[in-house]
């Protein structure tokens, strides 16, 4: 753990973002050669959702790890921003290349498809938290407010795995894993902290 948490500390940050963007690249390759199938528009708004909500978990799983001794704190606002960003392509892909902007049609599926719902509140919810991930919000904010605020990344997280199962008309393994790592995650964080035992003389 020492060792891991020694390369973590000489690892630079943009190597997250960089790694983090390979997907994407795949994925516009795909795209342009014929990878993504009879339906590359669906595959590829599919794809960018559940990239979207793995990198999510991977920075909802930050502070259980630290519990285990694997201190990864500094990665997660990048594991939050990429997170965004790729749920940010796949709102995008959806209204642009899906629906084609037909605004009344958009407006039509979010208000009659509860998957769509729940999708469109758990952007809404990551649209602040975005916006302030960076030391200027933190300091203007104060460290309290700014903390508060980012809680709204747990409930941001849990509707977009339900609506990451409610896509499938059968539940796949994959979609239930992902809420079930979620929940795990999430209640991780209601048990109390265990305190350092003191050394006795």
Same mark, same amino acid.
């Given at each position: ?18 790694? /983090?963007?390979?997907? #994407?690249? =795949? &994925? %516009?390759?795909? @795209?342009?050669?014929?990878?993504? !199938? *009879? ?79 729940? /999708?469109?509140?758990? #952007?809404? =919810? &990551? %649209?602040?938290? @975005?916006?302030?991930?960076?030391? !200027? *919000? ?64």
């Amino acid at each position: 753990m020492d060792r891991l948490n020694a390369l973590a500390r000489k690892l630079p940050t943009w190597v997250v973002y960089l790694s /983090g963007a390979v997907p #994407f690249g =795949l &994925l %516009v390759y795909s @795209a342009f050669f014929g990878g993504l !199938g *009879a339906d590359p528009v669906k595959t590829l708004e599919l794809e960018l959702g559940e990239w979207g909500l793995r990198f999510l978990i991977a920075s909802l799983a930050i502070t259980p790890l630290m519990r285990v001794g694997l201190r990864l704190l500094k990665f997660r606002r990048a594991l939050g921003l990429l997170g965004f960003g790729y749920i940010l392509m796949h709102f995008t892909t959806w209204i642009v290349l899906d629906l084609g902007l037909r605004w009344g049609q958009i407006g039509a599926e979010l208000v009659k498809r509860p998957f769509i719902i729940v /999708g469109f509140a758990a #952007f809404v =919810l &990551l %649209v602040p938290l @975005a916006m302030t991930s960076w030391n !200027g *919000a933190i300091r203007r904010m104060g460290a309290a407010g700014w903390k508060k605020l980012h809680k709204l990344a747990y409930p941001a997280i849990f509707l977009g795995a339900v609506h990451f199962v409610m896509i499938g008309k059968v539940y796949s393994v994959d979609s239930i894993l992902y809420l079930a790592l979620t929940l795990a995650l999430l209640g991780l964080r209601l048990l109390p902290a265990r305190r350092p035992q003191r050394r006795t003389a």
